[in-house]
């Protein structure tokens, strides 16, 4: 995903939460490990985009935080649950969830039991939680 398309999606999501309300002091935006995401360009233009927003509509956010969220898989036929850490897949797998996501199942499979008949629980899209 495109960082800058992003920052502003997250900055609209502030702005109209402030419109409709809301007393938006810090956001939190929440990005999945499996999100392809440099977090620095994002950091960088969410900044910029804050700002402007501050200078142009008068809206301000005292702060703003990037988390990433792990991610997290499940197998649909024994159940078990496992992290990319634990899970010996590499860089390659990474490269193939963000370029053609339908891939990882016919190339990966369950740790434990082999399956690939498994979900992706965690770790993909992008949350915005404000206080
Ligand atoms: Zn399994």
Redesign the pocket.
């Known amino acids: 995903m495109h960082e800058w398309a992003l920052a502003e999606a997250v900055t609209r999501t502030v702005e109209e939460l402030v419109l409709s309300g809301r007393d938006v002091k810090s956001v939190e935006v929440v990005l999945g490990e499996l999100q392809a995401v440099d977090e620095e360009v994002f950091r960088t233009a969410l900044e910029e985009l804050l700002s402007s927003l501050r200078a142009e509509k008068g809206i301000s956010v005292e702060s703003f935080t990037i988390t990433r969220e792990k991610a997290l898989f499940r197998?649909n036929?024994?159940?078990?649950t496992w992290t990319l850490d634990e899970w010996s897949v590499g860089e390659e797998f990474r490269e193939a969830i963000h370029f053609v996501p339908e891939v990882v199942h016919s190339h990966y499979s369950?740790p434990?039991?082999?399956?690939r008949d498994?979900e992706i629980v965690k770790g993909r899209g992008v949350q915005v939680r404000v206080r």
């Not at 036929?77 to 078990?80: I, M, Q, Y």
């Not at 434990?112 to 399956?115: Q, T, V």
């Open positions: 197998c036929v024994c159940g078990s369950c434990k039991c082999g399956s498994f």
